[in-house]
């Protein structure tokens, strides 16, 4: 009986030793495929920042330019503005200065 019991200890153990063994193995794979899918998440992620990155610099272009359009457009018609005002001013002042002479 001893040498039974002595065979059935060894057989028990190397079973287990066997099991851990697979459970290690198991376990580094596993390991290994969140790894790899961690990294295709977070390339991913990064992928989709870049092309929303990519998506808002064009949109706050676009309104940059709108912007920058409406201020130039404005200022164009405040020079003409001005413009026209001091071609009156001009114009009054050069009508006041022969009437001067004419009348001196």
Do not use: H, Q, W
């Not at 200890?9 to 851990?20: I, P, Q, W, Y």
């Not at 790899?36 to 990155?53: D, P, S």
């Not at 920058?68 to 009054?92: P, Q």
């Amino acid at each position: 009986m001893p040498f039974e019991a002595i065979a059935e200890v060894s057989l028990a153990e190397e079973r287990a030793n066997k099991l851990v063994s697979e459970a290690e193995a198991e376990a580094k794979r596993i390991a290994a495929e969140a790894e790899v899918y961690g990294k295709a998440c977070m390339e991913n992620a990064a992928a989709k920042a870049k092309a929303e990155l990519e998506a808002m610099t064009t949109e706050t272009e676009a309104k940059a330019a709108e912007e920058i359009e409406k201020i130039n457009n404005a200022a164009e018609t405040k020079i003409a503005v001005l413009n026209a005002r001091a071609d009156r001013r001009i114009t009054d002042t050069a009508i006041k200065v022969a009437e001067r002479i004419v009348n001196s």
